[in-house]
């Protein structure tokens, strides 16, 4: 008998009492491991992640987390060919595996990275703009986000076993909130080596993670207010979480990922010899044999004009002729097997019901040419193409978890777009067409269907990633049948996992809660310039009023002339007196940033070592010459960064004219050293 899995929970591994239930490898029937969850204490789970897991990590801020995902991909890509030695089990060849371990990886990395360069150095994240709720400007509002005390809990499909665990861990971390992965039992080996590595390698704070494997039991009973499910898999279990009495009345919420209908379309605009032409079969051949169509975001309704129809059909048997199917341990196979005998089942009942309105136009559903492997012990399925008979219901309707697509016949971009629709909302959908008409009529017909669609033609086919993957900078999920839920999004992933609250209150109040400077709060001003203060130093609030500065006409002609920016308004001054806005000759905006920095600069070699932008830049009012300027700069936000001897300063900076009216508005971003006096590397 095989090696029964074990849960991580409560700071150790559990392993159940009973023999479990065997899973089988997708292609040799053998066993390769049993499974079972009978008395594992999930409530003892549940309270580890609140207690130690919640607690450790929200005491890291974001750049603190960013940096366990980093080191966390690290160690998980170093002990990459275990998990790709195990994969094959689940019939995954190697390019599936790819996308399932290489694209979880990338999804840490890619969290990693979005981790320190958008979120601060902190743990409260702010959310737009300082709204003023007074004239007087003494009580004003700000929108944060702020971690939840509670824990995340994953359960996943048994498609991806790797990623899936991944892409929904990366934004939990980072947004502080501890996490248990309940993976699918089919395939929950993989997930629990993946595991057995990160519990290893002891980078994440003991309590962020946690596995059960098996049976999720009373597990969503445990679940109160602050937590959360994310789901992927069945709209039939997404069912059954949504009626939990938890999900119901006890304020826990559910992301749900279900079944997905998605197409694919040729834009009425392509002919056969048009690369878009090839491009799109070629789409689709890639979403229906890549993890032998087991992707939430695989093609399943591919609309052609009807005219294309026979094109497009011929085309795609021609390419999965050479689809060769068989055992992916064999390098000339380019798909594997179903995951298990049981999903074959579930797709050929699935096929049975598109033909109702559909016939089989390509493949066998029972059969098909096997490269090599036992087609009785493995989960093989050859490629199948159907084409829809008109005002098919079905293909909408039915979606066969496996290598199979439909081709349905449209009459115009309207008609695309109805039927697209009626797949009542999808993850995914995509469109070859190279003119630009059809791909602006398509893509705003289909976006409130979808969460992610893709425009495919001949300039962005070279680098595009393809119709099915979701990628950690977009959103990923969809409306309606596919769930309703987003995942991924960069931050916006992040910050589903958190609260966002208004706080109305004082500009200082709201300087000390936030952290961060407040237009209004106090500004400390001390005989040293904030410019000669480190990162240690310096003080959010700590300010620097400058000097008046009187601008002149010669100014104003000394700028044009250095720069080239000879614009009316600042050289003639008859034509300047007929602009209604300026009425005369002003200053050129960028002028007045520059004399700004003259004025709040402080030459002499000091902590501040560079200026990296500015952000927010407003002129609000015309300077003309003889007006005099000065500025007020003021300590917004103080960001160190982790590994470096350095760290971000963000400087309110204020323009003002003789009458004490703002010209100028804008954020100075600067890098400062972290001590000062300067280390000799930094002399060097
Ligand atoms: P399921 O919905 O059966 O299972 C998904 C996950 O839910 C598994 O981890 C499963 O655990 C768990 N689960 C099942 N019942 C419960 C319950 N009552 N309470 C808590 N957790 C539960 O989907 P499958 O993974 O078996 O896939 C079946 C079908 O789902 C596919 O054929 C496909 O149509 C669709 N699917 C859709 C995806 C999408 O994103 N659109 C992705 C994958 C699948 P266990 O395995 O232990 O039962």
Redesign the pocket.
């Known amino acids: 008998m095989s090696a029964l899995l074990e849960s991580y929970a409560a700071g150790r591994w559990f392993r159940a009492a009973d023999e479990g239930q065997p899973l089988s490898d997708a292609a040799t029937g053998e066993e390769v491991a049993r499974?079972s969850s009978v008395g594992l204490d999930v409530a003892a789970m549940v309270r580890h992640a609140r207690d130690t897991g919640g607690p450790a990590l929200r005491s890291l801020t974001f750049h603190e987390r960013a940096a366990l995902l980093k080191a966390l991909a690290k160690h998980l890509s170093a002990g990459k060919e275990e998990l790709y030695a195990l994969s094959v089990r689940t019939g995954a060849t190697s390019r599936d595996t790819m996308i399932d371990v290489d694209g979880g990886i990338g999804t840490l990395f890619s969290y990693a990275s979005k981790g320190v360069r958008e979120l601060p150095n902190d743990t409260v994240v702010l959310d737009g703009a300082l709204e003023r709720l007074g004239k007087g400007g003494t009580f004003v509002g700000q929108h944060l986000y702020t971690s939840r005390p509670g824990v995340a809990v994953q359960?996943?499909?048994?498609?991806f076993p790797v990623w899936g665990m991944l892409e929904k861990l990366a934004p939990a971390l980072l947004a502080g909130l501890p996490t248990i992965v309940?993976?699918?039992?089919?395939t929950?080996y993989l997930t629990e080596l993946a595991v057995r590595q990160i519990i290893a390698s002891g980078l994440l704070p003991e309590g962020a993670l946690q596995l059960v494997a098996?049976?999720?039991g009373g597990?969503?009973d445990e679940l109160t207010v602050q937590d959360s499910v994310a789901?992927?898999?069945?709209?039939?279990?997404?069912g059954?979480?949504r009626r939990h009495p938890n999900v119901l009345d006890g304020g826990v919420r559910l992301g749900v990922?279900?079944?997905?209908l998605n197409c694919s379309i040729l834009g009425p605009d392509v002919r056969p010899d048009d690369p878009e032409f090839a491009l799109f079969v070629k789409g689709v051949v890639t979403e229906m044999t890549v993890k032998a169509g087991?992707?939430?975001?695989a093609i399943r309704r591919v609309l052609v004009p009807g005219a294309m129809a026979g094109e497009v059909l011929d085309a795609l048997a021609a390419a999965l002729t050479d689809v060769t199917v068989g055992d992916p341990r064999n390098p000339d196979v380019r798909m594997g097997a179903l995951a298990s005998l049981g999903?074959r089942d579930?797709?050929r009942k699935?096929v049975e019901a598109l033909t109702a309105s559909a016939e089989v136009v390509f493949g066998d559903p029972e059969g098909g040419v096997l490269l090599d492997g036992d087609a009785e012990r493995g989960a093989f399925m050859t490629p199948l193409v159907l084409r829809a008979r008109p005002g098919a219901a079905e293909p909408h309707d039915v979606?066969p978890?496996g290598p199979v697509a439909t081709v349905l016949a449209y009459d115009g971009v309207e008609e695309a777009v109805a039927l697209a629709a009626r797949g009542r909302g999808s993850?995914v959908a995509s469109v070859a067409t190279h003119d630009p008409g059809v791909a602006r009529s398509v893509v705003l017909g289909l976006a409130p269907w979808h969460g992610r669609v893709l425009v495919l033609d001949r300039d962005d086919a070279r680098e595009s990633t393809g119709h099915g993957s979701p990628l950690p900078v977009l959103v990923h999920g969809g409306p309606g049948r596919?769930?309703g839920g987003e995942e991924l999004g960069g931050v916006r992933g992040v910050l589903h996992h958190m609260q966002r609250t208004a706080v109305q209150a004082s500009p200082d109040q709201l300087t000390a809660i936030t952290d961060r400077w407040t237009t209004g709060a106090a500004r400390a001003e001390s005989g040293v310039h904030p410019f000669r203060k480190s990162l240690a130093e310096l003080r959010v609030g700590d300010t620097i009023r400058s000097a008046a500065r009187t601008v002149s006409l010669a100014d104003i002609e000394h700028f044009a002339e250095f720069t080239g920016d000879t614009f009316y308004a600042h050289t003639d001054a008859a034509a300047a007196a007929r602009n209604p806005l300026f009425g005369g000759i002003v200053a050129h905006g960028y002028l007045v940033v520059s004399l700004a920095a003259g004025l709040f600069v402080d030459p002499a070699p000091g902590p501040v070592l560079a200026n990296f932008g500015v952000d927010g830049l407003r002129f609000l009012t015309p300077v003309k010459a003889g007006d005099s300027i000065d500025v007020t700069l003021t300590v917004k936000q103080i960001t160190p960064r982790g590994g470096a001897d350095y760290g971000e300063v963000r400087w309110d900076a204020v323009v003002g004219n003789q009458d004490g009216v703002p010209v100028a508005t804008y954020d100075v971003l600067t890098l400062v050293a972290k001590s000062w006096p300067s280390t000799p590397a930094q002399e060097a």
Do not use: M, R, W, Y
Not at 257 to 260: G, H, M, T, V
């Open positions: 499974v359960i996943n499909a048994f498609n309940k993976p699918a039992s089919q929950a098996g049976g999720a597990l969503l789901f992927t898999g069945s709209a039939h279990t997404a059954i979480l990922e279900a079944d997905s087991q992707k939430c975001t999903q579930e797709v699935a979606e978890f993850l596919a769930g």
